[in-house]
């Protein structure tokens, strides 16, 4: 998020390892981190070793730890929603004819209009022909921030400027918000390169505040009687990559996309809201995955740069209530970034991090992808097939099923990320078109 990002920038100092200073209190020192037990996704709690065979085993139990301690469950009335969607518009001669564009409105209740819902905005290469694979990610600040395109409707956002100034409430943004993020999304380049690319704004179905969670779509689920989340029930982190599998649920049933080569991205909060999309969700067919840092793919163990009581200090709402527990215990969480990445495994994943956001411990990402791509191996897939980091702006090969790379410059998502991610993709979901 651009504001949250001019904060860390101010907060943690210009880019580049060794530079930053962080907030009093956190570790910015390499040689300070103290020896720590990184989790091994290949064994049980129990002590047992995992096989190929009890994999599914180990993975539900993973996926129950995140639950119960990180991130919350989805509750069992929020899954297999039936898809109620409609297609409110389609330009097959959008971006200057470039593309074909899509506009949808996906209904979470019979309820329709006055119901919950959330804004699809999906692009395809114009003259697509067939069933194109898509990449699929949350915005910050509204659809029509990705590219700079006056057909993209103004669907109303919450801001934290509208938030400042009395109660929270939905407003339709500035039309100066067009194509704000083009550099974050390069939607041009991934078209060209024979993807489609779609979005939603993650404020539809639940705002980034805290003590918000009535404003979005957690209430719709609770229990009779219920007026707040249980204490292993799903944040807003939770409800984000819910929001995400809904709109797959609908790219499955739009016959110019293939279902079946979905890929998920999401960067910061929401490389965190994709990461656990992607892990719940095996339908997403690979994971691109930015910066997403502690609480996400970056080990929580290793204590680096954030750690779970800023993240609980700043957004406690962002995960399950017990997160709290685990304040202070970083090195005794029982699940971690490695875990999560573990999940996704058979399927194709990168990471990514960036050398100025130390804040996200980069080498705790990348030890995170190291120790994933154990799964992919005993899974029958080529891992990292590395164990030491790779330099700065050098990628680690994008054939093997999980690719790094640590490039130069901010938190944030630049042309060299999308460039790495659309390589990626064209060793696994079959090249360009
Ligand atoms: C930071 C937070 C990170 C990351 C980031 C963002 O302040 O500490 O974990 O999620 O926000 O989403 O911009």
Same mark, same amino acid.
């Given at each position: 998020m651009r504001l949250r990002v001019l904060f860390l920038a101010a907060a943690l100092g210009s880019s580049g390892a060794g530079a930053q200073s962080f907030p009093a209190g956190y570790n910015n020192v390499e040689a300070a981190v103290k020896p720590y037990t990184a989790l091994d996704p290949l064994i049980f709690v129990d002590g047992k070793a995992v096989t190929a065979k009890t994999w599914p085993k180990r993975r539900a139990e993973i996926l129950g730890l995140f639950e119960e301690n990180v991130f919350g469950r989805t509750p069992a009335a929020a899954k297999g929603l039936p898809v109620r969607a409609h297609v409110d518009e389609q330009d097959d001669h959008a971006l200057g004819g470039k593309a074909i564009r899509k506009q949808i409105t996906l209904y979470f209740s019979a309820k329709g209009e006055d119901g919950p819902k959330e804004h699809l905005l999906l692009y395809l290469p114009a003259g697509s022909k067939g069933k194109t694979p898509v990449v699929l990610g949350m915005s910050f600040a509204g659809n029509?921030?990705?590219? #700079? #395109? !006056?057909?993209i409707r103004m669907n109303p956002t919450w801001t934290r400027e509208v938030k400042s100034r009395g109660a929270p409430h939905l407003e339709v943004p500035a039309e100066t918000t067009r194509g704000a993020q083009t550099q974050q999304w390069q939607v041009e380049k991934v078209l060209a390169r024979g993807y489609g690319i779609a979005t939603i704004?993650?404020?539809? !179905?639940? !705002? #980034?505040?805290? #003590? &918000? &969670?009535?404003?979005?779509?957690?209430p719709y689920f609770y229990a009779a009687g219920q007026t707040a989340p249980a204490a292993d029930e799903w944040g807003a982190i939770g409800v984000w990559a819910w929001g995400l599998s809904q709109a797959l649920d609908y790219l499955e049933t739009d016959a110019m996309v293939d279902g079946t080569r979905v890929a998920v991205t999401g960067h910061s909060r929401l490389g965190k809201a994709a990461d656990w999309a992607a892990a719940q969700d095996m339908r997403f067919a690979a994971l691109l995955s930015t910066e997403s840092g502690k609480g996400g793919q970056s080990l929580s163990r290793r204590v680096y740069g954030e750690t779970v009581a800023h993240l609980q200090q700043s957004f406690p709402y962002w995960f399950c209530a017990n997160y709290a527990k685990w304040v202070g215990r970083d090195t005794e969480i029982p699940t971690d970034g490695n875990l999560l990445l573990a999940l996704i495994a058979p399927r194709p994943l990168y990471v990514a991090s960036a050398e100025g956001d130390q804040w996200s411990d980069p080498k705790g990402e990348f030890l995170a992808a190291v120790s994933a791509s154990r799964v992919y191996g005993l899974l029958g897939k080529a891992g990292i097939g590395m164990a030491t980091m790779p330099a700065v702006d050098e990628p680690t090969d994008p054939a093997r099923f999980v690719a790094y790379h640590v490039r130069t410059g901010k938190h944030d998502v630049t042309a060299y990320d999308w460039e790495q991610y659309l390589n990626f993709l064209d060793a696994h979901f079959g090249g360009r078109k």
């Open positions: 029509q921030t990705i590219v #700079d #395109d !006056p057909g704004y993650y404020g539809d !179905p639940e !705002p #980034d505040y805290k #003590d &918000a &969670a009535q404003l979005g779509i957690r």
